[in-house]
């Protein structure tokens, strides 16, 4: 099973020429039929807090982007987007679609980026998306969310094997990103994948280092800091193997709730 991560400078809200550049870095990747494709954290425009500017209208054109081209590769795909609520707030949210076009489901980030901002703009969710690809168990995350271990706990009680976090992470804590990737996928034994941006917006730089790590924590492929798409392949059995010649989740507490 392929795993791809689509790598860009994202054009500052405009979503044209992003849905331009991605195709254009799809169509020479080499995608296999039945992959799993991940775009960045709000893909279309970069991370604005111009609500009015970046919302999406409904029907989305983000979402019929997504829906032509899972249906184009025979893929899953998913990437970032925005939505406004009644209150003008923002809902920062990634959308799965499988190879017919149809949408699996949506997630909202759990954790605003308070420093960057966005916490006066979005509000957070609280619930999250599991959701089946080749017999694994997917559950994404967007950027900030990476740094609370909590929320991967939470997605690995409910079955997830399969971590993926579409990002604009900042270049001054690349490195960060880098590390919190690889403990995600050595704490929850999981296969994890994190897509980032390159470029400058008005407010960051990017440094991309997007990643596709195994469940041991070894780097399958490693974006850099240049515009492409990488792409690894994995097995379910490999990863069902190492839980159970290193049953490590098995011990995990239950702790008890305080009344």
């Known amino acids: 099973m392929q795993l791809v991560a689509c790598q860009y400078d994202i054009q500052w809200e405009d979503p044209a020429s992003n849905y331009q550049k991605v195709e254009e870095l799809l169509e020479n990747t080499g995608i296999e039929s039945g ?9 279309s425009t970069g991370f ?10 409904s029907p989305s054109e983000s979402e019929r982007f997504l829906s032509r ?22 809902c920062n949210e990634l959308a799965v679609f499988d190879p017919a076009g149809g949408l699996v489901g949506r997630y909202r980030k759990n954790y605003s980026f308070s420093l960057g901002g966005e916490s006066d703009h979005y509000d957070a969710g609280s619930e999250f998306l599991i959701f089946d690809w080749q017999g694994f168990r997917v559950c994404p ?22 971590f993926v976090d579409c990002a604009c992470w900042p270049a001054a804590r690349v490195e960060h990103w880098r590390t919190l990737l690889q403990a995600r996928a050595i704490e929850n034994q999981a296969v994890v994948m994190g897509v980032n941006r390159i470029g400058k917006d008005p407010n960051w730089a990017y440094a991309g280092n997007s990643l596709i790590i195994d469940h041991k924590g070894n780097v399958l492929a490693d974006a850099g800091e240049q515009e492409n798409c990488i792409k690894a392949s994995i097995t379910l059995q490999s990863v069902q193997a190492w839980r159970e010649a290193f049953p490590a989740l ?10």
């Open 250 to 259: 098995k011990d995990m507490k239950r702790h008890p709730t305080s009344s």
């Open 141 to 162: 995350t967007i950027c900030y969310d990476l740094r609370f271990p909590e929320l991967y706990r939470r997605g690995v009680k409910e079955g997830a094997n399969l």
């Open 35 to 43: 992959a799993l494709i991940a775009l960045p954290e709000m893909f």
């Open 69 to 90: 081209t899972a249906k184009r590769y025979g893929s899953w795909i998913m990437g970032g987007l925005v939505f406004e609520q009644d209150n003008g707030h923002g």
């Open 48 to 57: 604005s807090m111009n609500i009015a500017k970046v919302a999406e209208n």
